[in-house]
């Protein structure tokens, strides 16, 4: 049985895995400039960017043969090359004009002939498509050449914005039309799915990235946030590289937790008591107004409430308006019903010292993590240097661009560490991930500067490159106080927590790098944080970026049992929640410190846009969850 698989032949390209397919990058970013590349036969898929069809000057009409049996069916061929609907037509056009002029006649019957000449089915007059298609894999789109004398196809199924195609052609030097300095000419086209073009929200040129939030399922096709992904993606697998190659392994921590690492975060909750409340038996004889969402029913009213007064007003069916106007009535008192069952409705909120966790699922409160260092401590505090990456959430309903409620993390944990360790591992990491996007993402790069900012390869260069300061929280605030051309919105005072724009004044404006700020109040860090002997201060740290801020956050964690128990204490917390940390302090305790690196603010930094929500695929925030 022949294969249905296309063929490439005396192709030096080798197609991705599990698919006859060619990446384009293959392609369009090979080291001899694509001069190697051409007379390749390949197979290549992706989505239309932009199209122009050119039409083709009309082929004058083929002379007929003379009227003979034998030419008037052509035999069928025997060969390998495959017959489209297009060619056997014009194939059998010479035998209808034989027809027509044995059945018109000479030329004395003009009449008969025009008319009979008119039966003749005429193909369309051929064009060539010219297709921007791109699938991802890079930057830059490749030129495809459709000739449609060669390959049927119809302008209403190529040329729409976001078409997908998969065609197979030759690869050539490119033609008068565009820049590229190759192109497929296509043989054969496999697939084609269609757009509907008045539904398709890529179908107007240059989308807002405000807009494209509320499409973040079609949104990567749009040049920027592909990038924006690929950068991504090349900042992930740097982070496990830096790690793996430095001795950490990798521990997965759990996403759901019943302890809250910070003490003073707002948390999303999970319960499964709000299912069960819902879960009642309708009494026998519920009314209609039961399970009818009022919206529905306030819009029938409306409705119903034309349709009577057109009636009224036409006073011609007085059966049709009777019958209209107790439609009406019937509706407004189920109004009635929905607006008396929603005043009866019992709260439901659950109130955690009314409900009784014991029946819930875990049997107790249990809370999506804002952090998993804790839990990290235990495979630090038996395996040395781990790490983990994963999604981290706070139920934080500020608006802002550096913070929405779920957020990617990349958190480290070293057994005998200290707050020094911590913070030298910081630094190498953040200028790693630095050097790893300019090495390894330079095509993304250089969009991102043209289109973008043009000064982000240089300033990550410089970052990559460059000593960062380390000031204690004491010295910034005193920097701070002795600020007079700058006026901050906050009163800084000792004690209170560094605010965005004092953070934003120090790493633009005063050291224009990063800085590392140490050695903060105990009241504005975790409990678990290590106490410094001033008894004031804790050995935390915060790495500070310009134009983005905290990047990441650090700290030597507290390894004394009776200190970490009177801090416990100290933030009211449940001890019985955290008896098995202390545990860690109970049995072979050790000295130890970790960091977490906000991801998606590297992504952030890297691409040089000025809102989170646009660097995550898909965004949870406050009030919004699309998709």
Request: hydrophobic share 35%.
């Amino acid at each position: 049985m022949e294969s249905q698989e296309p063929q490439m032949k005396n192709s030096p390209l080798m197609p991705l895995m599990y698919t006859n397919r060619v990446a384009l990058k293959t392609i369009l970013e090979s080291g001899d400039g694509q001069t190697g590349l051409v007379g390749t036969t390949v197979v290549v898929g992706g989505w239309v960017k932009s199209s122009k069809e050119v039409k083709k000057e009309p082929l004058p009409p083929p002379q007929s043969p003379p009227p003979a049996a034998a030419d008037a069916f052509p035999a069928a061929s025997h060969g390998t090359k495959d017959v489209t609907c297009v060619e056997i037509l014009q194939s059998r056009i010479p035998f209808f004009r034989t027809i027509i002029r044995v059945l018109g006649g000479s030329a004395s019957s003009p009449a008969v002939r025009q008319k009979l000449e008119s039966l003749i089915p005429k193909p369309p007059p051929p064009s060539i498509f010219f297709l921007d298609i791109n699938d991802g894999s890079c930057v830059s789109s490749l030129r495809v050449v459709i000739d449609s004398a060669i390959v049927p196809v119809s302008a209403g199924q190529i040329l729409p914005t976001g078409t997908c195609i998969l065609a197979q052609g030759v690869l050539g030097n490119p033609s008068a039309l565009g820049k590229q300095t190759i192109e497929l000419t296509v043989e054969k086209i496999l697939h084609v799915g269609t757009v509907e073009q008045d539904k398709y929200p890529l179908s107007r040129k240059r989308l807002p990235l405000d807009s494209l939030r509320d499409y973040p399922h079609i949104r990567p096709r749009t040049t920027t946030v592909a990038s924006v992904a690929r950068i991504r993606n090349t900042l992930d697998f740097a982070s496990h590289t830096f790690f793996q190659n430095r001795g950490f392994l990798h521990v997965q921590v759990p996403i759901m937790t019943t302890t809250d690492p910070e003490g003073f975060s707002e948390k999303f909750q999970v319960t499964t008591l709000l299912g069960e409340t819902s879960k009642k038996e309708s009494p026998i004889g519920v009314s209609d107004a039961d399970g009818v969402n009022p919206e529905t029913v306030k819009a029938a009213i409306q409705e119903k409430s034309s349709l009577v007064e057109q009636l009224k007003r036409s006073d011609s069916n007085r059966e049709a308006l009777a019958a209209a106007v107790q439609d009406l009535k019937k509706t407004n008192e189920l109004a009635q019903q929905i607006e008396t069952r929603e005043k009866s409705k019992p709260v439901t909120a659950v109130k955690p010292d009314l409900v009784n966790f014991n029946a819930d699922f875990f049997g107790r409160q249990i809370y999506l993590t804002v952090s998993g260092r804790l839990h990290l401590e235990s495979y630090a505090c038996a395996l040395g240097h781990v790490y983990s990456f994963g999604p981290r959430f706070r139920a934080d309903k500020t608006v802002s661009a550096k913070h929405v409620a779920e957020m990617w993390t990349v958190e480290a944990e070293m057994a005998f560490a200290q707050l020094e360790d911590a913070m030298k591992c910081a630094e190498d990491c953040f200028k790693f991930l630095c050097r790893w996007i300019l090495d390894n993402c330079s095509e993304d790069m250089k969009f991102v500067s043209k289109r973008i900012d043009k000064t982000v390869v240089h300033r990550l260069e410089y970052m990559a490159s460059s000593s960062y300061d380390r000031i204690s929280y004491r010295e910034a605030v005193e920097i701070l106080r002795k600020v007079t051309d700058t006026a901050f919105e906050t009163q800084l005072q000792w004690g209170v927590p560094l605010t965005d724009e004092h953070l934003s004044y120090l790493a633009d404006d005063h050291y224009r790098r990063p800085v590392i700020i140490y050695d903060y109040p105990k009241a504005v860090k975790p409990f678990y944080v290590r106490l410094n002997d001033d008894g004031k201060t804790v050995a935390a740290f915060e790495m500070v970026v310009p134009k983005i801020g905290t990047v990441i956050i650090g700290s030597q964690n507290e390894e004394r049992f009776d200190m970490l128990n009177a801090r416990i204490k100290e933030f009211d917390l449940s001890k019985d929640q955290y008896e098995w940390y202390l545990d860690l302090r109970r049995h072979g305790t050790v000295k130890h410190s970790g960091l977490s690196l906000g991801f998606d603010l590297m992504v952030l930094l890297a691409t040089s846009l000025t809102d989170v929500r646009d660097v995550i695929p898909f965004t949870r925030t406050h009030g919004k969850a699309n998709n």
